[in-house]
């Protein structure tokens, strides 16, 4: 099989790949191309949304997907790599500005994974013609916040930290439930227990902590 752009990694008939612990949570373990995937949620919930792209992009470019991040300025490269990212095969766009539909317009046909935190929510015109662009391109989407007719919709909805003694200490690792919710193939609901990331800054499969046990624990939706 031919590669399926000038500079995606991946072939034609692949999923791009995600990290074992998010592979519960996604349809056929993998992100399916051409598909627009809303990461965060209403309120508390959003929060999630950084950590949760930053695991996609980790997964994706180890995997040999090519990614691009745009609107993210504050997106640490040394925290991606932590995660298990690799740089070269991450293109940043730091500030694009109300520019940022032409930005990942441009983009879709070059790399595998494009994951954008919008200036502004998207019209419906916008978020049309860029799911369509998507869709033809075979690119994964992944958008911070609300988009209409996103194909899949990860977030956190109860988080753990750990690290903080009685009122002192560093925070050292977050474990998190993640939700996974969709329409057709993606329509069941699916949760997993994640270090998001774990005390060596990497994700990994982690245990529902014990009820009661945790007085760190914090439902955010």
């Not at 072939?11 to 349809?27: F, Y």
């Not at 929060?47 to 470019?61: K, P």
């Not at 990860?154 to 988080?159: E, K, N």
């Not at 945790?214 to 439902?219: K, M, R, W, Y």
């Amino acid at each position: 099989m031919e590669a399926r752009g000038p500079v995606g990694g991946l072939t034609s008939g692949d999923v791009v790949p995600v990290m074992p612990a998010l592979r519960p949570v996604v349809p056929g373990r993998g992100l399916r191309p051409g598909w627009v995937i809303r990461l965060g949620g209403p309120g508390a919930a959003a929060l999630g949304a950084g950590s949760l792209g930053l695991a996609l992009l980790a997964g994706a470019s180890r995997g040999g997907a090519w990614c691009a991040a745009i609107g993210l300025p504050e997106l640490g490269v040394v925290a991606a790599t932590e995660m298990g990212a690799e740089p070269a095969r991450l293109l940043l766009v730091d500030e694009p500005g109300r520019r940022w539909p032409d930005v990942v317009a441009a983009l879709i046909d070059a790399v595998d994974l494009i994951l954008v935190r919008p200036a502004e929510r998207p019209s419906a015109t916008a978020a049309r013609r860029l799911a369509a662009l998507a869709r033809r391109g075979r690119c994964v989407l992944a958008v911070h916040g609300v988009w209409p007719g996103a194909q899949l919709s990860l977030r956190t909805d109860t988080v753990e930290w750990h690290g903080l003694g009685d009122g002192h200490g560093h925070l050292q690792g977050r474990r998190a439930r993640v939700v996974a919710e969709g329409r057709g193939a993606a329509a069941p609901r699916r949760t997993a227990w994640v270090w998001l990331p774990g005390l060596d800054g990497t994700v990994s499969p982690a245990d529902a902590p014990a009820a009661d046990a945790h007085p760190s624990l914090e439902v955010v939706a």
